[in-house]
């Protein structure tokens, strides 16, 4: 479990900034752990969404191949999955449907106001989302599309290992997303990542002071990046 402090530290500090922090405490995270295609964000002034992981798979191009009954047993055992374990909650959804991902709406006011009550901060989905105006207020989103129907989508699976956007993602992980995207913190650099946060934004400010100021040239940027270097 993180600490509510440390989460909410983190909610403080945008997606890339999180990005360069986990490059500083692990050099391998340059290269994994974040999404790498762009999704939409339909209200790009929320504020970072950081929470654990509740993730799913969904299929639209197709009837339900469960009957009416057991697809009903099956949603109502992904909402007590979704509202069980640590929070805040995240869902993380991967639509299998190939070619025709975001083909129907699996997001929207109802499923927009219900996962809120049931404790998420956001969600994150290649799918498609619709209802803009009626979504839930203040439930951040990053889709991979939005579309007018829910044509027929339904649930294929939940809290299995998904890939969303070049992100994979398991049950339980911790996510930080904004307007630029999202990804994962491995919970045992969570600790390290504020500290790193920090000295990049020391760092930067170096340069951002210098390149702010009139007449600046390349001998002052050289000027800069020697005084970028002693900052540890």
């Not at 922090?21 to 995270?29: F, H, I, N, T």
């Not at 009837?63 to 992904?78: C, F, M, N």
């Not at 639509?95 to 083909?103: A, E, V, W």
């Amino acid at each position: 479990m993180i600490s509510p402090d440390l989460l909410e530290k983190l909610k403080s500090y945008d997606t890339p900034t999180i990005c360069n922090a986990l490059e500083v405490v692990d050099s391998s995270r340059r290269l994994t752990g974040f999404t790498t295609k762009p999704l939409v964000a339909p209200f790009p002034d929320l504020p970072p969404m950081v929470g654990y992981a509740r993730t799913a798979t969904i299929r639209s191009t197709h009837p339900h191949e469960l009957d009416t009954k057991a697809a009903r047993a099956q949603r109502i055992a992904y909402y007590e999955y979704v509202a069980s374990g640590p929070g805040p909650q995240i869902v993380v959804i991967q639509d299998l449907d190939g070619p025709d991902r975001g083909f129907g709406a699996f997001w929207g006011e109802v499923q927009s106001t219900v996962h809120k009550a049931l404790g998420c901060v956001g969600v994150i989905t290649d799918g498609c989302i619709r209802d803009i105006p009626q979504w839930a207020p203040g439930l951040n989103v990053l889709a991979g599309s939005i579309a007018p129907s829910h044509a027929h989508v339904h649930l294929a699976d939940f809290g299995k290992e998904v890939r969303v956007a070049g992100m994979v993602v398991r049950s339980g992980d911790l996510i930080h997303a904004d307007r630029h995207g999202a990804v994962v913190i491995p919970h045992e650099l969570a600790e390290k990542v504020p500290a790193a946060c920090e000295l990049m934004a020391r760092k930067e400010a170096v340069i951002l002071e210098m390149a702010r100021k009139p007449g600046f040239n390349v001998e002052m940027l050289k000027e800069a990046l020697a005084k970028q270097d002693e900052i540890h």
